[in-house]
């Protein structure tokens, strides 16, 4: 049973570009959801989260927004850079802060042509 | 400040060994969860460990065991390795609920 999906495998952007990561949950329980990168060969770099009780979160270039009527979040990359090529692994847990047990998604594969 | 480190980086082992790994989180964190991550299964929560006590687990056989000392570094232990235990095991840690997990580079262990 996967709770949380990436249903696209890989995505191709041109440089300067928007880039839109989706991802999408089933369980409603979860309440804080998180966006990591991972190059190979190393672990998964935090780059951005989102708890339940809001719809949008920035930091620089990356932006999380979250739909929880659609159990929907995406992550918007701008503008996209070469260095942002990697795989991109969407997270969500529950429990109110009570544990740190993530639930991953597959991955998707952002490739950024320049 | 040190990211977390995992050590060995990578390790050999054969059908029916032990196996240990470590990890020490960033320092002034005191929650550790490990994860394996595969090709077929992607990454699984193993489990989590807060101030030396198990807080949560996944769903794993018992082979796979962990432990955390009063200073906060961890380690996992895998009993009677079998091949499909061969995967990345990534360590990540956090001052604790709420905030995010920063991953160490893990150790890839092969199962031959």
């Known amino acids: 049973d996967q709770q949380v999906k990436q249903n696209s495998p890989s995505l191709s952007v041109q440089e300067g570009r928007i880039s839109i990561l989706n991802c999408d949950y089933t369980?409603?329980?979860?309440?804080?959801f998180l966006w990591y990168k991972k190059y190979p060969a190393e672990g998964p770099t935090f780059l951005i989260s989102i708890s339940s009780i809001k719809d949008k979160n920035e930091d620089g270039r990356f932006t999380v927004f979250l739909n929880k009527s659609a159990k929907h979040l995406s992550l918007h990359i701008v503008p996209s850079q070469p260095g942002d090529s990697a795989v991109y692994f969407c997270a969500a847990s529950g429990g109110g802060g009570a544990t740190n047990k993530l639930i991953f998604g597959t991955g998707t594969l952002l490739a950024v042509q320049p | 400040k040190a990211g977390v480190t995992q050590t060995p980086r990578y390790l050999i082992k054969t059908r029916g060994q032990q196996v240990t790994l470590s990890c020490s989180p960033i320092s002034g964190h005191r929650s550790v969860s490990w994860y394996q991550q595969t090709p077929g299964q992607g990454l699984q929560f193993l489990f989590e460990?807060?101030?030396?006590?198990?807080?949560n687990k996944g769903n794993f056989p018992g082979r796979f065991s962990g432990r955390q000392f009063s200073n906060s570094r961890s380690e996992m232990n895998v009993s009677t390795l079998e091949l499909g235990d061969s995967a990345l095991y990534l360590c990540?840690?956090?001052?604790?609920?709420?905030?995010?997990?920063?991953f160490g580079d893990g150790t890839r262990l092969s199962i031959l």
């Open positions: 990540a840690s956090s001052e604790g609920g709420g905030e995010p997990q920063h």
């Open positions: 369980n409603s329980m979860f309440d804080y």
């Open positions: 460990y807060f101030s030396e006590t198990q807080r």
